[in-house]
C-alpha cells in the first residue's frame, strides 16, 4: 500500500534578486520542479515581498513559511536595514548555505519526529511507487 505522505519541511525551490519580477518567481518553481516529479499546484509556493505574485493562500502554510523566514532573518542577521549592506551575490551565497546545508539537511524540526526535512524524505523515496497487480 502506498505510503500516505505529509507536508514536509523541505525548501525545494527559492530564488531572490533586487527586483520584483515574475522571473523570480519562475526561477524558484523551476528549482523546486526539479526536486519534485508531482504538479505545480501540489507546491506551497510563499513571496516575502511581492504581494503581486500570490493569487491565493491558507494561513496554516503561510505560518510555516513565516516561521522559517524569521529564523532565516535571524540567524543570518538580516533586518531591513541590514539587507542593503550586502551584495546580491552575498545573499544568495547566505541563503544557499542557510537553506540548502543547515535547514534542509541539518536542522531538525518538532512536527516532522525531529529530523532533518532531508531524513524525513528518505523512507518516502526508497518508496516503491508501484504496486503489483494479482490477476
Given amino acids: 500500500m502506498p505510503q500516505q505522505r505529509q507536508q514536509g519541511r523541505r525548501v525545494v525551490g527559492w530564488a531572490m534578486g ?13 528549482r523546486a520542479l526539479g526536486h519534485r516529479q508531482i504538479e505545480p499546484d501540489q507546491l506551497l509556493i510563499h513571496t516575502d515581498q511581492g504581494s503581486q505574485f500570490r493569487a491565493k493562500g491558507c494561513c496554516w502554510d503561510n505560518a510555516v513559511v513565516e516561521s522559517l523566514l524569521s529564523t532565516l532573518k535571524h540567524e543570518l542577521g538580516l533586518d531591513d536595514d541590514a539587507e542593503a549592506l550586502f551584495s546580491t551575490q552575498q545573499l ?9 546545508g543547515d535547514h534542509n ?3 531538525r524540526h518538532a512536527t516532522i519526529r525531529y529530523l532533518s526535512p532531508i531524513d524525513d524524505e528518505q523512507p518516502y523515496i526508497a518508496a516503491p511507487t508501484l504496486t503489483t497487480a494479482r490477476p
Fill in 105 to 107: 539537511r541539518e536542522r
Fill in 18 to 30: 533586487a527586483t520584483l519580477e515574475a522571473t523570480l518567481v519562475l526561477q524558484a518553481l523551476s
Fill in 92 to 100: 544568495q551565497s547566505w541563503l544557499a548555505f542557510w537553506i540548502d
